[in-house]
T-cell receptor, first 115, second 116 residues
């Protein structure tokens, strides 16, 4: 099992460029999440998905879009990158167990720099 | 609204010393879950423990122990006989029950440095 993988690991963009981050999990998890990690701010939820074909906004969704066309993949898009989106992006997944909130498994992260 | 406070931004201790990382949380949910994650210098996030609000028993796993106290809304993490490999950023996190509240709220983390 590879767990949660993220592509790419590093990326440098110019302001206004677009890109898509890919997250894939092979654990058959229902829930998937995108976070950003900034110094001194911990991890903040951007968007999440509770199942194939569904997405929802998290704490900091502006400037990002997501899609979950397949259960195992969760894409994060930046349509017009801004320097404020320079961050480390983490994808995570978790499984549902009735009303129990299970732990999230994280990918290795993508370091994005917007110049 | 949920909130997690990790007041200790950075801690340094000498190897073999014990160290406690503090976590204070706020929530209106009666059912909730608390987590600790470790982020070593390599950058990945490693799950350490999950505790639900109905289980106030302290937990010990090797050199790690957790003290959950609902009366003070705290979920503190102690490392006994610290080792250099324990150097990392540690995050405390909080979630509501798993129906309609899938958000995991993280604290800002505590950077722990173990000095050899």
């Amino acid at each position: 099992n590879a767990g949660v993988t993220q592509t790419p690991k590093f990326r440098v963009l110019k302001t206004g460029q677009s890109m898509t981050l890919l997250c894939a999990q092979d654990m058959n998890h229902e829930y998937m999440y995108w976070y950003r990690q900034d110094p001194g701010m911990g991890l903040r939820l951007i968007h999440y998905s509770v199942g194939e074909g569904t997405t929802a906004k998290g704490e900091v969704p502006d400037g990002y879009n997501v899609s979950r066309l397949k259960k195992q993949n969760f894409l994060l898009g930046l349509e017009s990158a801004a320097p404020s989106q320079t961050s480390v992006y983490f994808c995570a997944s978790s499984q549902t167990s009735g009303t129990i909130y299970n732990e999230q498994f994280f990918g290795p992260g993508t370091r994005l720099t917007v110049l | 609204a949920q909130k997690v406070t990790q007041a200790q931004t950075e801690i340094s201790v000498v190897e073999k010393e014990d160290v406690t990382l503090d976590c204070v949380y706020e929530t209106r949910d009666t059912t909730y879950y608390l987590f600790w994650y470790k982020q070593p210098p390599s950058g990945e996030l490693v799950f350490l423990i999950r505790r639900n609000s109905f289980d106030e028993q302290n937990e010990i796993s090797g050199r790690y122990s957790w003290n959950f106290q609902k009366s003070t809304s705290s979920f503190n993490f102690t490392i006994t006989a610290s080792q250099v490999v324990d150097s990392a950023v540690y995050f405390c996190a909080l979630s509501g029950p798993n129906f309609g509240n899938e958000k995991l709220t993280f604290g800002t983390g505590t950077r722990l440095t173990i000095i050899p």
